[in-house]
């Protein structure tokens, strides 16, 4: 048997990508400075995070202007989109296993080797 932890996809199980996939699906396209405020991340960290995302191909970075001031915009890729619902498809696979598990945390059963 598989167990669902196999399946997490290490770029987007990590915090904050799975934060910024979160964040990002729930518009069209969300700006560099609120997923900075919001996942309470460094510039120079979040840049690190999205440089992965955008690697695999499940974020796209749009960079421009506002009035005067420079922006970068992050939206999801169809990729992306496949990617964040698998992610929590198998968490919900992994909880499902966690709370229907024969062995009860006040049991002191040994899991077979």
């Known amino acids: 048997m ?3 932890a196999n399946g997490l996809d290490d770029v987007v199980h990590q915090r904050v990508r799975l934060g910024i996939l979160a964040i990002a699906h729930e518009a069209r396209r969300v700006e560099f400075g609120f ?3 919001t996942l309470d991340l460094t510039a120079g960290n979040l840049s690190q995070h999205l440089a992965v995302l955008e690697k695999a191909g499940l974020v796209e ?3 421009g202007y506002e009035g005067k001031r420079g ?3 992050v939206h ?3 990729a992306g989109e496949k990617a964040l619902r698998n992610e929590i498809n ?3 696979r992994l909880i499902h296993q966690v709370e229907h598990s024969e062995h009860s ?3 002191s059963g040994d899991l077979p080797t």
């Open 76 to 78: 999801l890729t169809a």
């Open 90 to 92: 198998q968490l919900k």
């Open 71 to 73: 922006r970068t915009w």
């Open 105 to 107: 945390s006040d049991r």
């Open 35 to 37: 997923l900075r405020s």
């Open 61 to 63: 970075i749009e960079k």
């Open 2 to 4: 598989n167990h669902p």
